[in-house]
């Protein structure tokens, strides 16, 4: 897919939600519940991706120096 197709792609559905939006006052109560679970499923997801990527990021790009641990060699234990 060309970056041309995704453009005309997201904007064909740009424009769908859009008119949508449009007939969301008019619209059945069954309906503007659908779309307003379908919103918040989006919401949810695009938060949970935001918190995630956050959370990865704080961890790696904190900026502070990582305690190194000591580390001490196993040795194998002989019996006599």
Avoid at 50 to 56: D, E, L, R, T
Wanted: proline share 5%.
């Amino acid at each position: 897919m060309s970056y041309k197709d995704f453009q005309n792609e997201l904007y064909a559905i740009g424009n769908k939600l859009w008119l949508k939006l449009q007939r969301l006052p008019k619209a059945e109560p069954v309906e503007i519940v659908c779309f307003s679970v379908i919103i918040l499923f989006i919401a949810v997801i695009l938060s949970m991706m935001i918190i995630a990527c956050s959370c990865c990021c704080g961890q790696c790009c904190s900026g502070s120096p990582k305690k190194k641990s000591r580390k001490i060699q196993v040795r194998p234990v002989v019996h006599a």
